[in-house]
């Protein structure tokens, strides 16, 4: 195995194998080094989450040449529409509006992550796997990263580390990077359901004072269900029979979509907002769930990452162009520069939603209907928000 490197990234998932497909033709040498095998990874219960994809992700994983042989597998989100159980507030965001194709797209992470994978494996990267970092240690000249694979720990080097690893990221803990951590005491409960009425590509958006619950649309009149509930209740509805999870599940909806049945095993997620005290140490940089882990209610965690990918991309990339040293500590300052105010505006949003929707206390419950009868009818905030659902409006 070759064992200099200019970029090794850690973690195969969505933003360590955008990063690889990023650099591709920058005439870099990347090594990308995962834990698990690509069996393991493709038949992950995880993968079974649906992901709501920003028009701007869509773009950006055009230029990725991403999106080209997997957008069949999508479904386009033509309306949002956003409601509060027992409260008179709606509001309906529509792509006709925005004069748009798509206000998103929604798709399952197992499409998405074999997809990006198989595209890796064509190009030049060096895929270790399976494989852990054990030790880094850095100089003026590289970084060392020590890997094991199986008994065996032999170690590499590379100008630049890029830790995209995860939530609970090794790489963070190995650069003696801090974090935040704050438990939410809730699960995602996902699954999928079918419906007897057509959900005409609406996604739909429900804050209930049990938790929110988000319907998003997919192939053959299906629904994907991300239903936030406390730990216990979680608990409670997984070990619950099907007949009465429905129930629970049709009593929070409503019947908007007519009749539901389950189509899919339901998976649980617990739920956390770990967030890095920084982004970057010597020779080394953590992106993706590795810097902001965040709840689902928003759908941002990918769309978030895939900004980290594509600005550290086009960053080396002229870096490298410029004969610069990539892995430089003002250089690695520069990025994380960059990259903060959409950490903060991404993390304070979703901070927002689930504070204000997950209390009923009366006057806030108040405040929020009246916002959100109020954006029904005020076009220049809902289209603000529609942009900021597609991902175009993230740096303002
Ligand atoms: C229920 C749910 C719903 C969601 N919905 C949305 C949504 O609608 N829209 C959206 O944008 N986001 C959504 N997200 C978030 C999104 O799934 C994540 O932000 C995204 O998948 C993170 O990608 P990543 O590559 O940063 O991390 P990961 O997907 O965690 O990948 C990390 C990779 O690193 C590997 N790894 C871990 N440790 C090591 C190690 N020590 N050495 C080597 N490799 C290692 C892992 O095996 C894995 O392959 C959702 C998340 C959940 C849980």
Not at 204 to 232: K, Y
Not at 330 to 342: C, H, N, P, S
């Amino acid at each position: 195995m070759q064992h200099e490197y200019d970029v090794i990234i850690v973690g195969g998932g969505l933003a360590g194998n955008c990063l690889a497909l990023a650099l591709k033709d920058t005439g870099l040498r990347c090594a990308i080094i995962e834990a698990n095998t690509p069996e393991q990874l493709a038949n992950s219960p995880a993968g079974d989450r649906a992901l709501a994809l920003a028009a701007g992700t869509v773009q950006q994983l055009e230029e990725l040449d991403v999106w080209q042989g997997i957008s069949t597998a999508a479904t386009a989100i033509k309306n949002i529409h956003i409601s509060d159980k027992g409260h008179f507030g709606k509001t309906r965001l529509s792509a006709d509006k925005e004069h748009v194709a798509a206000l998103g797209y929604v798709i399952t992470a197992r499409d998405l992550e074999t997809h990006v994978a198989h595209s890796v494996t064509a190009t030049d990267t060096v895929q270790i796997c399976p494989a852990r970092v054990v030790g880094l240690e850095s100089d003026a000249e590289v970084i060392h990263v020590s890997i094991q694979q199986g008994e065996e720990t032999q170690t590499l080097t590379a100008k630049l580390l890029v830790g995209a690893d995860g939530g609970q990221s090794s790489i963070r803990q190995l650069l003696n990077i801090a974090q935040h951590i704050t438990e939410y005491g809730q699960n995602a409960l996902v699954t999928t359901i079918k419906s007897t009425l057509l959900h005409k590509n609406t996604a739909f958006e429900r804050f209930t004072a049990s938790g929110p619950l988000a319907l998003l649309p997919i192939a053959n009149n299906q629904c994907s269900v991300v239903w936030t509930r406390t730990t216990d209740d979680a608990k409670a509805l997984m070990q619950s029979s099907e007949a009465d999870f429905l129930a629970e599940l049709q009593a929070c909806f409503g019947y908007k979509l007519g009749r539901l049945t389950l189509t899919a095993p339901r998976r649980s997620f617990p739920l956390s907002l770990i967030c890095a005290e920084k982004m970057r140490a010597n020779r080394a940089v953590i992106i993706g769930n590795a810097v902001h882990q965040l709840h689902p209610v928003a759908g941002q965690g990918f769309n978030l990452g895939l900004r980290d990918v594509v600005q550290l991309a086009a960053m080396i990339s002229a870096q490298h162009q410029a004969g610069s040293d990539i892995g430089a500590e003002d250089f690695l300052t520069d990025y994380a520069k960059a990259r903060q105010k959409d950490h903060d505006l991404v993390i304070n949003f979703t901070n927002n939603v689930i504070r204000i929707f997950s209390n009923d206390w009366l006057p806030l419950a108040a405040a929020r209907n009246v916002g959100l009868t109020l954006l029904d009818h005020l076009p220049k905030a809902k289209s603000l928000l529609s942009r900021y659902a597609m991902g175009l409006e993230q740096t303002d």
